[in-house]
């Protein structure tokens, strides 16, 4: 069965730091991928998907993450975090034909001033 | 347009009891989902609707059903309410429902807690 691993629940970044969260998939076939952010008591906001028409796929809010196939990862980054970005991060995957997402277990990002 | 909107936001049941949670997707988009998320068990599938169809299920007791209207409106219901049970329920609704392609938008969720 296809799953999706976060390293690390919690990350913290000081302010203008690199954000790296870590995705990693496991799939015999390359699946499609999505970065979800979550914001207290609020759903879950699209940041990027991935469905292989290319490997880097930059998304909202400066965010990107990409492909990498060999190491069936799927990392998020953006350059320079904001604390607006403190907000809890999923990586999902789509298997194929089952019409649903299969969600990691989230990543809590804290940015400190 | 008016992105996917879940009634009620909030609701307090008791041990035993039932609940519907509603959910209203973007117009026009088809498939509707639903997704459990708690501290311990993470966001976990419920299930899909497609045209009022039941397309696929996750891992939950028959006390966890649903339907999807003509409007592509759907319902949860829980029956026999357990404090397990409580947790943000989440609907997501999708264009067709072709979820390697479409993406999934999530309304704001449900927060359901039993006593």
């Known amino acids: 069965a296809q799953s999706v691993t976060q390293l690390g629940s919690h990350v913290s970044v000081s302010e203008g730091a690199l954000v790296l969260l870590r995705c990693n998939y496991s799939?015999?076939?390359?699946?499609?991928l999505f970065w979800y952010v979550q914001y207290p008591n609020q759903g879950l906001q699209l940041l990027l998907k991935?469905?292989?028409?290319?490997?880097l796929v930059k998304g909202i809010n400066g965010f990107e993450a990409e492909f990498k196939k060999s190491e069936t990862s799927f990392h998020l980054t953006k350059p320079s975090a904001h604390m607006s970005d403190a907000a809890e991060y999923f990586c999902?995957?789509?298997?194929?034909?089952?019409?649903?997402?299969?969600f990691g277990t989230g990543t809590r990002l804290k940015v400190l001033a | 347009k008016a992105g996917v909107t879940q009634t009620p936001r909030y609701l307090i049941k008791t041990r035993g009891q039932q609940v519907t949670l509603s959910c209203s997707p973007i117009?026009?988009?088809?498939?509707v989902s639903w997704y459990q998320q708690t501290p311990g068990q993470g966001l976990q599938f419920l299930f899909e609707?497609?045209?009022?169809?039941?397309?696929n299920k996750g891992n939950f007791p028959g006390r966890f059903s649903g339907r999807q209207f003509s409007n592509s409106r759907s319902e949860m219901n829980v029956s026999t309410l357990e404090l397990g049970d409580s947790a943000l329920y989440l609907c997501?609704?999708?264009?067709?429902?072709?979820?390697?392609?479409?993406?999934?938008?999530f309304g704001p969720g449900t927060r359901l807690t039993v006593l």
């Open positions: 997501a609704s999708s264009p067709n429902g072709q979820t390697e392609s479409d993406t999934q938008y």
């Open positions: 799939s015999s076939v390359p699946p499609y």
């Open positions: 991935y469905t292989s028409a290319a490997t």
């Open positions: 999902a995957v789509s298997p194929s034909g089952t019409y649903k997402y299969i």
């Open positions: 117009s026009g988009h088809r498939s």
């Open positions: 609707y497609f045209s009022e169809t039941q397309r």
